[in-house]
């Protein structure tokens, strides 16, 4: 598998394998299966390059993504899933005080961007 990102993002390229997922099934699911410190530590990688981030994938048009910037977009998308978790459920990987998530299904879960 290609983990490469973009220059200037490299240091990124360790969390691709498991957060540079295609849709948002699949980025529940991880959420789901990880630890609150798996979640931790990808927040706290990804948060601070956030800027940068969303400045370099504001120069394509969605659906002309080169390669390696999908990659990278596919990791802002898994930190949009992992974010409210560690910002308002102190690192709860599920939701508490909710309904079971499974009983929620996303309308275009499997549709990959």
Do not use: C
Request: zero cysteines; a negative charge.
């Amino acid at each position: 598998m290609d983990n490469s990102l973009p220059k200037g993002f490299e240091m990124l390229e360790p969390l691709v394998a498991d957060w540079s997922l295609p849709t948002q099934n699949a980025r529940q699911e991880r959420r789901k299966a990880s630890s609150r410190g798996e979640l931790r530590y990808f927040y706290d990688n990804m948060l601070p390059k956030l800027p940068a981030i969303l400045s370099h994938l504001d120069g394509y048009p969605l659906g002309e993504l080169p390669a390696a910037t999908a990659r990278l977009f596919a990791l802002s998308l898994s930190l949009a899933e992992v974010a409210p978790h560690i910002e308002l459920y102190n690192g709860n990987p599920g939701v508490p005080f909710s309904f079971a998530e499974d009983r929620f299904a996303a309308e275009h879960g499997e549709t990959a961007f």
